[in-house]
């Protein structure tokens, strides 16, 4: 069985300020992991993924995620937030074609 | 096409009536995926095609629900007899067979049942 926990559900930055939004993931065999952000009224854009490479995995718009399996996370950072990152971000988890979602994070950057 | 289209983007319906969604995918995916998004939480999972595969239901949550696809085109998602904890956004995604290339979603179908 697998599931994902993520573990805030609303985070708040100031611009500039790194990015941090966590992950936990349970799965009983070799997972792929990814992130995917969903911007307010527009469909969910694929950020970054994890299948079994390297464990630190670089995405899009500076957007970085490390894959610990001692510790079964997939945290997302970012060094610094920018105003258009203000979005809602699914971390997900598959071992077949069905992925679970979890529940999201707000992310909200203030100026 | 470039991407997944979806269509409509907006449906208001009555309660009782049944409603149809369309998902386009992306020309060569071979798998199609529905997803329903209740407001303010994650994504369920509804339905998967791969090819000419038997489809996995897995996650339609009653026999309300249906689904169909030819092939490798377009898919169509069913509800009968809408009720009002049906309103959510209906996400349709596609992708090659290989899982790890990850899916690409369309922008939804926002569903209210009143």
């Known amino acids: 069985a697998q599931s994902v926990t993520q573990l805030d559900s609303h985070v708040s930055v100031s611009e500039g300020t790194p990015v941090l939004l966590r992950c936990n993931y349970s799965s009983s065999y070799s997972p792929s992991l990814f992130w995917y952000v969903q911007h307010p009224n527009k469909g969910l854009q694929l950020l970054l993924k994890y299948t079994s490479a390297a464990t630190l995995v670089k995405g899009i718009n500076g957007f970085e995620a490390e894959f610990k399996k001692s510790e079964t996370s997939f945290h997302l950072t970012k060094p610094s937030a920018h105003m258009s990152d203000a979005a809602e971000y699914f971390c997900v988890v598959t071992g077949t074609y069905k992925y679970i979602f979890g529940t999201g994070t707000r992310l909200k950057v203030l100026a | 096409g470039a991407g997944v289209s979806q269509s409509p983007s907006n449906k208001v319906t009555e309660k009782g009536k049944d409603v149809e969604l369309r998902c386009d995918p992306i020309?060569?995916?071979?798998?199609l995926y529905w997803y329903r998004q209740r407001l303010g939480q994650g994504l369920e999972f509804l339905i998967y095609?791969?090819?000419?595969?038997?489809?996995?239901k897995s996650g339609l949550p009653s026999d309300r629900f249906s689904a169909e696809r030819t092939g490798e085109s377009v898919s169509t998602l069913t509800i009968q007899r809408t009720q009002q904890e049906d309103s959510a956004v209906y996400l349709c995604?596609?992708?090659?067979?290989?899982?790890?290339?990850?899916?690409?979603f369309g922008s939804g179908t926002r569903l209210t049942v009143v």
């Open positions: 095609f791969q090819g000419n595969s038997a489809p996995d």
């Open positions: 995604a596609s992708s090659v067979e290989d899982r790890v290339y990850g899916y690409t």
């Open positions: 020309s060569g995916h071979t798998a």
